[in-house]
């Protein structure tokens, strides 16, 4: 299917053809669910504390998605087309880091930024110790219903520094 882009900005014609390519035309959405919360950030955390805009994601297209003006106490975060943006989806699990560009903004009833899709996500974990996902082979020896010592032998799933989780067989 041919990408079409009506924009006479060579920057956002790229990042659209960089995100179509990358992920063959579609995308995988579901880690961003509609009327979710995401935080923009705006800044260097090397140099200064960030500033952090709040918004959610109003609807997802193929190749972009809307999100309401992001604010920071009724104050709108100003943005021209074809600057990176820098964003934070989070779920229970995790925390999804991305960058993207401000397409243009949209104005009926409600005025909508329209952002591209991002090209990487980067997760970061929301626990203390991160979990390592490895498949290792372990026995392990408990007391059964009986008072016998048994040993099984099974699989770890992940590994933290709180603890290891195991497959058990049925």
Request: aromatic share 10%; glycine share 4%; hydrophobic share 40%.
């Amino acid at each position: 299917k041919p990408l079409t882009w009506r924009s006479t900005e060579p920057k956002i014609k790229a990042e659209i053809a960089l995100v179509h390519n990358f992920y063959g035309g579609a995308m995988d959405i579901s880690i961003f669910p509609l009327f979710e919360k995401i935080d923009i950030i705006q800044g260097d955390s090397t140099i200064d504390e960030p500033v952090i805009y709040s918004s959610y994601i109003e609807s997802i297209g193929e190749k972009s998605m809307f999100i309401a003006p992001p604010l920071l106490e009724n104050t709108e975060m100003q943005s021209c087309v074809g600057d990176r943006i820098n964003l934070r989806v989070t779920t229970e699990e995790c925390a999804y880091f991305f960058s993207t560009t401000f397409l243009r903004c949209h104005w009926n009833m409600i005025s909508l930024w329209e952002i591209s899709l991002p090209i990487s996500l980067q997760r970061t974990q929301l626990r203390d110790y991160v979990r390592v996902k490895i498949n290792l082979e372990v026995k392990l020896e408990f007391l059964n219903e009986k008072c016998q010592r048994t040993v099984i032998t099974t699989f770890t799933k992940d590994f933290s520094a709180g603890g290891l989780q195991v497959v058990m067989p049925v």
